[in-house]
Each structure stands twice: as structure tokens, then as C-alpha cells.
């Protein structure tokens, strides 16, 4: 019997986003991200452009937060936990460097 592929949870992908000390995607990842949501015109748009700069980490990550939040209320957290986790570690923002 082959192994079943494991259903992507709230938790489980949230727990790889901020697994190695991640804050969020690297504003042009979190773009692509944001872009990909149902219902991002109900959304907060990502910290990024001026955002970035004027943001704290903090604020950075609970922005990203809900917009994962977001992807699991609207059921996709498949497709997103696949773009996620397909990122490469310097396409991530790291507390200590932003």
C-alpha cells in the first residue's frame, strides 16, 4: 500500500514559514504569493515597496500570517503550501536580517 500524501494544514505549513527563523517571502515572492489568494481584495496588501521599509518584522510576519490564514479559509492550501515550500532559502526574509 503506498503512502498517502499528507493533507497541508494551517498548522503545518505555518510551522515551515517560520521554521530557520523565516519572517515572510522576500517581497517579490510574497507579491507572487499574495497574487495567487482568493480573496485578496479583502485582504491587507503584503508589506512590501514602502511597506517594507517602514514595517517591523514582527508586523511583517503577522501580515504574512493572515494571508495564510486566508488561503486556508478559501481551501487552498495545497496550491499554496506548494509554492511555499518550493521557495529556496534565500527567497525567505530571516529575523536578524530585515
Given at each position: 500500500?503506498?503512502?498517502?500524501?499528507?493533507?497541508?494544514?494551517?498548522?503545518?505549513?505555518?510551522?515551515?514559514?517560520?521554521?530557520?527563523n523565516r519572517v515572510c517571502p522576500i517581497p517579490m515572492?510574497?507579491?507572487?504569493?499574495?497574487?495567487?489568494?482568493?480573496?485578496k481584495e479583502n485582504l491587507d496588501l503584503p508589506l512590501?515597496?514602502?511597506?517594507?521599509?517602514?514595517?517591523?518584522?514582527?508586523?511583517?510576519?503577522?501580515?504574512?500570517?493572515?494571508?495564510?490564514?486566508?488561503?486556508?479559509?478559501?481551501?487552498?492550501?495545497?496550491?499554496?503550501?506548494?509554492?511555499?515550500?518550493?521557495?529556496?532559502?534565500?527567497?525567505?526574509?530571516?529575523?536578524?536580517?530585515?
Amino acid at each position: 500500500m503506498a503512502n498517502q500524501p499528507v493533507k497541508e494544514t494551517f498548522e503545518s505549513l505555518w510551522k515551515f514559514c517560520t521554521s530557520n527563523n523565516r519572517v515572510c517571502p522576500i517581497p517579490m515572492k510574497w507579491n507572487d504569493f499574495f497574487n495567487m489568494l482568493k480573496d485578496k481584495e479583502n485582504l491587507d496588501l503584503p508589506l512590501i515597496l514602502n511597506g517594507w521599509e517602514m514595517s517591523s518584522p514582527l508586523e511583517k510576519n503577522l501580515r504574512f500570517k493572515d494571508h495564510v490564514q486566508s488561503a486556508a479559509n478559501h481551501n487552498q492550501l495545497e496550491d499554496v503550501g506548494k509554492y511555499l515550500r518550493s521557495l529556496k532559502e534565500d527567497e525567505w526574509a530571516h529575523y536578524g536580517e530585515i
